[in-house]
């Protein structure tokens, strides 16, 4: 695996082919394994740095974004988290009562809950320095939090 030089935790402009998942992660069917993050082609002074196999994908619909890198897929792509997605900011419809938490005791539920507040918070904070010291974006409003709210 060829990794680039994007770090994990670094916020970069990003490009992707197809579909964005309702999760915000994709699926490596070669593998058949969920990935941590989605799948993304790094943009870079402009231009996309296609990294592993992507023939066949350059004819889906594109999109573009910022995203917090959380790791590199199989191919040695950047995976990230979305921040902002087709210029709107983007929150995955997940469920914070679903999957493993389900079965967690109720504090660790609520600190992980707590957890994933802080860490969007954080996400809005880093996205508008990102925006601020990019070129390549367009100046923009300051993104307006979105937080998971407690049913």
Do not use: C
């Not at 060829?2 to 992660?25: Q, S």
């Not at 979305?82 to 929150?91: Q, S």
């Not at 957890?115 to 969007?120: A, I, M, S, V």
């Amino acid at each position: 695996m060829i990794l680039r030089g994007e770090k994990v935790g670094e916020i970069i402009h990003f490009a992707r082919y197809g579909d964005v998942p309702r999760t915000g992660t994709s699926y490596d069917y070669r593998d058949e394994v969920e990935l941590r993050g989605l799948s993304v082609y790094h943009i870079v002074d402009g231009e996309e740095d296609k990294v592993g196999w992507y023939f066949g994908f350059m004819d889906r619909p594109r999109h573009e974004g910022v995203g917090r890198v959380v790791g590199h897929g199989p191919d040695g792509e950047p995976l990230v988290r979305v921040l902002m997605l087709d210029g709107e900011m983007y929150e995955p419809e997940i469920d914070l009562d679903w999957a493993s938490l389900v079965y967690d005791e109720p504090e660790k539920k609520k600190r992980r809950i707590a957890q994933y507040h802080e860490q969007r918070k954080q996400d809005k904070i880093d996205l508008n320095e990102f925006l601020r010291n990019t070129e390549s974006n367009p100046p923009q409003e300051p993104v307006e939090e979105i937080l998971y709210e407690e049913q």
